[in-house]
């Protein structure tokens, strides 16, 4: 599990699932911290609807565009002190964003696995799991190894790929858990090793190349490896860390094996048949991953009491505004009854409320968290979720 507590994975699904979108077929400044968490919120909501495909790029709702979104949560995360991993995440976003203006770069692959039930997936140990009981058979599902001799073969034939390729595009997401060293993946007469969390690559075509930068432990970081059979590429969260040439092509062969030496979390395989250009990389599929977890990881890890309390609160109302504005969504009375009790601080692991915070956004939080039991809400069941989402963005000072 990821290193903050009880109450992170909750925070994160809360956004990305359960205020998702129903789509057709200085970190003691207050101020900073409630935008940065409405920004963020805006961000990881936003980008999912633009990367569905049914809504194009710029405005998500009136008088927010995503550019300026991404550019101003870079700020505020400077502002709070975040790490460098997470701000150099947020700068890649950016230009890809910069991209997709003039290209749509979501595009269905063929050769995708995303760990579910895949049959394409022979498991030998690892255990398809989600970060939360509920959330599967929706969302995240990925391959959790939990010991060094699990393994899984995916079989890249049935695909429509015609392996062997010397040029193609793989990537993936990789979570170790704490510091890993052992066999990571092989295929053909090349194979990817940890030690101590850094990547090398073994080959016989090549000298090993080992790489400077390290995997964090217990956090999703996207490695994706790409040749042209001339060239072989390495790609950290969508930033170039290793280009090689090599006498003669690397290839992928019929089948990949993941595991055998490592522990932790496996998802989002992808293989293309062709050399993709840097932005075209999925590090941000999902957006989750890449920007949502590590983020709302860092902030439970350095914010705490009612700060903590209004970033998530800044973070949630975000996402439900949004939702409410959008002709593409609709409110789930389930959900929302989830989020008020997220806010009134009876989720396990979530700070209580501020006592500044007035009896009357009080009393209709809980008023909205009995609507769980209705099929369908009322409009004067809407108007209270307008009414305290006013009042919470008032009490926020969010514009």
């Known amino acids: ?28 400044d207050t101020a900073v911290t409630n935008e940065t968490g409405f ?13 569905s495909g049914f809504i194009e790029p710029g405005n998500i709702i009136e008088d927010t565009n995503l550019g300026e979104i991404i550019t101003k949560l870079k700020d505020y995360a400077g502002l709070m002190g975040s790490p460098e991993s997470i701000q150099r995440r947020i700068e890649r976003l950016g230009e890809k964003y910069q991209l997709a203006q003039t290209k749509f770069l979501w595009k269905y692959q ?30 995240f599902l990925y391959l959790q190894f939990n010991n060094p001799n699990d393994y899984a073969l995916v079989n890249l034939s049935d695909k429509y790929l015609s392996p062997p390729l010397d040029t193609y595009s ?3 997401w990789i979570r170790p858990m704490e510091v890993v060293t052992g066999l990571l ?37 996207h490695l994706a490896i790409i040749s042209n059979g001339e060239v072989l590429f390495i790609y950290l969260d969508g930033a170039l860390v290793a280009e090689t040439d090599v006498n003669k092509p690397v290839p992928l062969g019929n089948e990949l094996k993941f595991g055998g030496g490592f522990v932790g979390g496996i998802d989002e395989i992808r293989v293309k048949p062709r050399q993709v250009q840097p932005l075209e990389i999925h590090f941000d599929q999902p957006i989750d991953y ?23 609160a800044s973070l949630l109302v975000s996402g439900l505004r949004i939702k409410q504005e959008s002709k593409l969504s609709s409110i789930d009375p389930q959900q929302l009854s989830r989020i008020s009790e997220f806010l009134l601080g009876e989720v396990e692991g979530v700070p209580p409320p501020p006592a500044s915070l007035s ?14 039991s209705q099929k369908q809400l009322s409009s ?12 919470l963005m008032g009490y926020l000072d969010l514009t």
């Open 110 to 139: 063929s050769g995708y696995w995303g760990c579910n039930s895949d049959t394409n997936i022979k498991l030998s140990g690892p255990e398809i799991q989600s970060d939360l009981s509920e959330q599967k058979g929706q969302e």
């Open 170 to 172: 793989l990537e993936f």
């Open 39 to 51: 920004t963020l919120g805006q961000l990881l909501l936003g980008w999912r609807i633009m990367t």
């Open 185 to 221: 993946l092989q295929t053909a007469d090349w194979r990817l090793t940890l030690s101590a969390n850094r990547l090398t690559v073994h080959s016989t075509v090549v000298e090993d190349i080992s790489l400077d930068q390290q995997l964090i432990a217990e956090y999703w970081n």
């Open 380 to 391: 004067k069941e809407r108007e209270t979720i307008s009414t305290t989402l006013t009042d």
């Open 359 to 372: 009896q009357a956004i009080t009393r209709n939080l809980e008023a909205i968290s009995a609507m769980a």
């Open 1 to 28: 599990m990821i290193k903050t507590g009880k109450f992170f994975i909750p925070i994160v699904v809360l956004i990305g699932a359960i205020v998702l979108f129903n789509l057709p077929a200085d970190a003691g």
């Open 290 to 312: 890449s920007i949502g977890y590590p983020f709302v990881s860092w902030a439970g890890e350095t914010l705490s009491g009612s700060e903590l309390w209004r970033f998530y």
